[in-house]
């Protein structure tokens, strides 16, 4: 015989749909008897259970969505093992969109959540605006790893003015004027954030800084290895550098060995995560616990899933210098 549904197994049984039900999702009070021959009858018409038809009676998916502009990105893989590690306790499965910084990718996501595929929603970062988020949020709860100026969706984020502060404050400290920096998107949320910090810090020793110490767009281990080739070339080269992420530190830190760069005395480095590469190659850094901003992120999520809340949340983690090798 076919598939069967569940009324049909609930008719040889002699029993109500209800009944069948509690029987397929393992819940108690069932007589034992009745679940004996509910479940002979199951394996003879080879029932195989609707997904759909289990959303539709539960209302849950048990999977959530997770956006992230790029895989291969380990700050982003970081807070993603804080996400699983959660998700897997609560018997959650992960759906994991790279939007590539493109609003609209980001928006196929937010119907997704929109057409109940999801039963929440978490963005590592975004290029969605924030009147567009608190639209969507009305379908389901979303929140963000990074601050947002939005009515209604929550966050767990680290202060990136803060983080840039810091760095910037040690490296003042340890002499240094011409100090440049190295951060991804140049108009993302927490880019302004940085540079903020960076030019108020500046600002506050009476330094100008130069356009040239500035560089952007750096996403990948390999735009670290052309800064370090960049500022070999200068004729005015900075004598530190503050880097957003440790993956692009540790391409400059590389390729500076190889072109005959020393570190420090030449060009000293502080990094801005909690990336396993600073560690290993004893890269000053500002630290930030991206996997518990994870691990954070999808309990808040999860708590929203099983309580609707209008109420906006916001959580922030607090970074630490750890002092290595590089300055």
Same mark, same amino acid.
């Given at each position: ?29 069932? @007589? ?5 021959? %509910?479940?002979? !009858?199951? *394996? $003879?018409?080879?029932?195989? =259970?609707?997904?759909?038809? #289990? ?17 291969? @990105? ?5 807070? %993603?093992?804080? !996400?699983? *590690? $959660?998700?897997?306790?609560? =018997?959650?499965?992960?759906? #994991? ?17 929109? @057409? ?5 929603? %978490? ?205």
């Amino acid at each position: 015989m076919g598939v069967a549904n569940i009324r049909e197994i609930a008719r040889l049984a002699g029993v109500s749909v209800s009944t069948v039900s509690r029987v397929l999702n393992n819940h108690p009070y069932v @007589n034992e008897q009745k679940r004996a021959e %509910i479940m002979r !009858i199951i *394996a $003879e018409l080879n029932y195989v =259970q609707n997904s759909n038809a #289990v959303h539709l009676s539960t209302g849950k998916t048990k999977v959530i969505g997770v956006t992230l502009p790029l895989v291969n @990105n380990q700050y982003y893989s970081s807070i %993603i093992e804080g !996400i699983a *590690a $959660e998700a897997a306790r609560h =018997q959650y499965n992960l759906m #994991v969109c790279q939007t590539n910084n493109v609003p609209e990718q980001e928006h196929n996501i937010l119907r997704l959540l929109k @057409n109940k595929k999801m039963d929440g929603l %978490i963005m590592c970062s975004r290029s969605t605006s924030c009147e567009l988020l608190d639209e969507y949020a009305e379908y389901g709860p979303i929140i963000t790893c990074e601050a947002n100026q939005t009515a209604s969706v929550s966050s767990v984020h680290i202060d990136h003015y803060l983080t840039f502060q810091i760095g910037m404050e040690y490296l003042i400290s340890k002499g240094h004027r011409k100090i440049g920096y190295c951060i991804g998107r140049k108009n993302s949320f927490n880019s302004a954030h940085r540079k903020r910090a960076y030019h108020d810090m500046l600002r506050s020793v009476g330094v100008k800084p130069s356009a040239d110490w500035a560089f952007e767009d750096c996403l990948i281990v390999q735009d670290g290895k052309d800064v370090a080739r960049h500022i070999q070339q200068m004729k005015e080269p900075p004598s530190a550098l503050l880097v957003s992420c440790n993956h692009i530190a540790a391409g400059i830190v590389k390729e500076a060995g190889s072109l005959g760069i020393s570190i420090p005395s030449d060009l000293a480095i502080v990094g801005c995560d909690d990336q396993p590469v600073g560690e290993l190659l004893e890269i000053t850094t500002v630290s930030s616990p991206s996997t518990l901003m994870g691990n954070y992120a999808f309990e808040m999520l999860y708590e929203r899933i099983l309580h609707p809340s209008s109420k906006k949340e916001s959580r922030e983690l607090a970074p630490i210098l750890v002092e290595r090798r590089t300055t």
